[in-house]
């Protein structure tokens, strides 16, 4: 556990700071945020098996979710569709460059 704490200590310490003076700025930096990991790191332990399963179960679903919606209304894929049907359409004799019919 000395490790982990060490290792957070180093890359959060590590972080540029800006010298420019804000109108707010976190106090206590690093002291506070190293604080607020260890204790997620100690609320996460805490955590049962059960609760860590349904956890992964609605990770899964939801990335599933997420990604396949994505996909499937993309611009990018719509973009591939249109040139698709554009290239079926056209004649042998006609050209077409880029989706446009020269």
């Known amino acids: 556990m000395g490790g982990v704490v060490l290792a957070l200590t180093g890359v ?8 420019a003076k804000l109108n707010f ?8 945020p190293i604080v607020s990991v260890m204790m997620n790191i100690y609320l996460m332990v805490t955590l049962s098996a059960t609760t860590w399963v349904r956890f992964a179960v609605w990770m899964t679903l939801g990335f599933i979710i ?23 359409v056209a004649d042998k004799d006609s050209r077409v460059v880029d989706g446009v019919y020269r």
Do not use: C, M
């Open 66 to 88: 997420y990604f396949g919606y994505g996909v499937w209304h993309s611009k990018e894929r719509r973009s591939d569709e249109q040139e698709v049907i554009l290239y079926d």
């Open 25 to 32: 700025s976190t106090p206590l930096v690093p002291l506070l």
């Open 12 to 19: 959060i310490a590590k972080q540029p700071r800006n010298k």
